[in-house]
């Protein structure tokens, strides 16, 4: 994996402002074709790898999740820290912000679909109530980032698909086919394998399903806040593995969770 090249000051903030403007941000092309090759290599080795097949107990695959994948391969691992991305995240999220999971996706054909936001509706608005007030920004707790490991140029392929501001809606998405929001419907995210883009884990968003007859792969890395806790089954049993700490530098080190003293703790 490269070590890239950080988006200057004025990018970063352009960036930023349609992350919490429009929810998310299409980066264009990022990695090398052969780190799309690396990344892609692993994922399919984990897909079929017998020994992680049968260890049911260490919770490597869900459904069309493939889990913590920095433990199976350290082009995963070395993602985590790859530029632009890992700037963008301390950005968004603080110097202090860490990997909060890294789960890779296979879609067979037929696969996908399902409107949703990740995990918890952070700021809910009751009733009566249109959406966040619009002069104030939805705080980003969690910044997904996704390069697809195939290309994914036509949604037939079965692309990520986001509605855009819905992260201001302070709801879940207001309808399970044709979600909308204040009149703006899906918008879908084509992209080939390398590009890049990033959201708002509060977005409406899904990957649409694969009306092809082709595998779609994606691979990413989904960073939090420090107060937001790692997601690595099986959590306080979790031991990462110790060849993960390898040649790992002291910010990719930070990333995987190893913290200098902060609130709380
Ligand atoms: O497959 C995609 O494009 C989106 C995946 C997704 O919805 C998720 O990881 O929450």
């Given at each position: 994996?490269q070590?890239g090249t950080p988006y200057d000051?004025e990018q970063t903030?352009s960036i930023i402002e349609r992350l919490?403007?429009d929810?998310y941000v299409h980066l264009g092309p990022v990695l090398e074709p052969?780190e799309v ?45 790859r530029e632009p991305f890992?700037s963008l ?55 997904q980032i996704f390069t697809p490991l195939?290309d994914v140029d ?5 692309c990520t698909?986001v ?24 918008v879908p995210i084509l992209a080939r394998a390398g590009e890049a883009y990033l959201f ?18 994606l691979g990413g ?45």
């Amino acid at each position: 994996m490269q070590s890239g090249t950080p988006y200057d000051a004025e990018q970063t903030q352009s960036i930023i402002e349609r992350l919490y403007t429009d929810g998310y941000v299409h980066l264009g092309p990022v990695l090398e074709p052969d780190e799309v090759a690396a990344l892609r290599d692993a994922l399919e080795r984990k897909a079929t790898d017998p020994q992680i097949l049968a260890d049911e107990d260490g919770d490597h695959v869900r459904g069309i999740s493939y889990m913590r994948m920095f433990e199976y391969d350290n082009a995963f691992r070395d993602l985590i820290v790859r530029e632009p991305f890992a700037s963008l995240a301390e950005a968004v999220l603080g110097d202090d912000c860490h990997l909060m999971s890294q789960n890779a996706l296979i879609y067979e054909p037929g696969m996908g679909g399902g409107w949703h936001i990740d995990d918890l509706l952070h700021f809910p608005v009751p009733d009566g109530v249109d959406r966040h007030d619009p002069r104030i920004r939805v705080p980003c707790m969690v910044l997904q980032i996704f390069t697809p490991l195939s290309d994914v140029d036509s949604v037939e392929f079965g692309c990520t698909e986001v509605v855009p501001g819905s992260h201001n809606s302070g709801r879940g998405p207001n309808d399970k086919e044709h979600p909308t929001f204040e009149g703006q419907g899906s918008v879908p995210i084509l992209a080939r394998a390398g590009e890049a883009y990033l959201f708002h884990n509060q977005i409406w968003h899904q990957g649409a399903k694969n009306r092809s007859d082709r595998r779609r792969l994606l691979g990413g890395v989904t960073y939090g806040r420090r107060f937001v806790s790692q997601k690595f089954y099986p959590f306080i049993d979790y031991h990462m593995p110790v060849h993960v700490w390898e040649g790992a530098s002291p910010r990719l080190q930070r990333f995987l969770g190893r913290h200098t003293k902060g609130a709380y703790g």
